[in-house]
């Protein structure tokens, strides 16, 4: 079982930057997580944004973001990072932190059992 929480989300003008952080706690070492982000725009589906390997050494990114965005985790505070540049409109969305018991990182959502509660990003133009 993991618990997690996003912060760090917010109202930023097309162009800007976000960083979003994500405060994971955890019977199970965090460690063996696979952790992921994931967005859901109103009146759409959850989409897969990025995702990171149990140690780090691997990452994975939606097209959409790739060049602008960048996860990273930090496993002895026990937190994943979003790393967002160059924001578009389109960014605009709930963002949620996600955690899977595999060690490489997936973009499905039925790869993930334990999620947070989500953060809203806004970018506007």
């Known amino acids: 079982q993991v618990q997690l929480v996003e912060s760090g989300g917010g109202l930023v003008q097309a162009g800007g930057s976000l960083r979003l952080s994500c405060a994971a706690s955890?019977?199970?070492?965090?460690?063996?997580?696979?952790m992921g982000w994931f967005r859901q725009a109103p009146g759409k589906e959850r989409e897969f944004v990025a995702a990171?390997?149990?140690?780090?050494?691997?990452?994975y990114y939606a097209d959409s973001v790739k060049g602008r965005f960048t996860i990273s985790r930090d496993n002895a505070k026990n937190a994943v990072y979003l790393q967002m540049n160059s924001l578009k409109p389109e960014d605009t969305a709930v963002y949620y932190c996600?955690?899977?018991?595999?060690?490489?990182?997936?973009?499905?959502?039925?790869?993930?059992?334990?999620w947070g509660q989500g953060t809203q990003v806004t970018v506007s133009s």
């Open positions: 990171i390997s149990w140690i780090g050494g691997n990452t």
């Open positions: 955890s019977g199970r070492t965090f460690s063996r997580y696979a």
């Open positions: 996600a955690a899977s018991t595999n060690p490489w990182p997936g973009s499905l959502i039925n790869e993930y059992a334990y």
